[in-house]
């Protein structure tokens, strides 16, 4: 389908006039498709007298979303996330590097893979790191392994990935859990 230049005027108009406005394209403006992640077990309130969701970020894939309930005090209000230390994790290079949690590679792994820190997606945290990004564009590593939980207070919607951009000899996924 063609576009004529007429076409455009309106909808062009519209776009300028809002944004000299100040009412579009307020905070970064991202045209990148992010898939929602894995939802593997739900509790609902009504059949259990819980609400939670546990998701699922594979290290074989960039941005994963979630998109965090806020309904009210009736409904599903999610303001806290926790990390369980007892699952199996992800890898950065599945030949060479045993599964990590959050935190990431440490130690000799590191060291050995530091001359390819190009790779990560943020430099200053270590591979493998569970990287979160939230809805105003911030992203930065959850480092801190535990149980403790995360508060995540009323954000809308969360990405998180693994601190790597080379994907193919990658192998596990992380475990989040929202209440």
Not at 79 to 100: L, R
Not at 152 to 164: A, M, S, T, V
Request: glycine share 12%; hydrophobic share 40%.
């Amino acid at each position: 389908m063609t576009k004529t230049a007429a076409g455009l005027v309106a909808p062009l108009a519209l776009l300028v006039g809002s944004v000299l406005a100040g009412s579009v394209l307020t905070g970064p403006v991202s045209a990148e498709d992010v898939p929602l992640a894995h939802i593997y077990a739900q509790g609902d309130w009504d059949k259990i007298g819980d609400d939670w969701d546990c998701i699922e970020i594979a290290s074989t894939m960039g941005w994963q979303r979630y998109m965090v309930p806020h309904e009210g005090i009736l409904g599903r209000n999610f303001t806290y996330m926790i990390i369980h230390t007892d699952q199996v994790g992800w890898t950065v290079d599945k030949a060479q590097y045993a599964p990590v949690l959050n935190g990431g590679h440490t130690g000799a792994d590191a060291e050995a893979l530091a001359p390819y820190d190009k790779y990560k997606f943020d430099q200053s945290a270590p591979f493998g790191a569970l990287m979160v990004r939230f809805a105003d564009g911030d992203s930065r590593a959850l480092l801190n392994e535990g149980e403790e939980p995360w508060t995540i207070g009323q954000e809308p919607q969360l990405d998180f990935r693994i601190n790597d951009t080379g994907f193919g000899d990658n192998a596990g996924v992380l475990q989040l859990c929202f209440w």
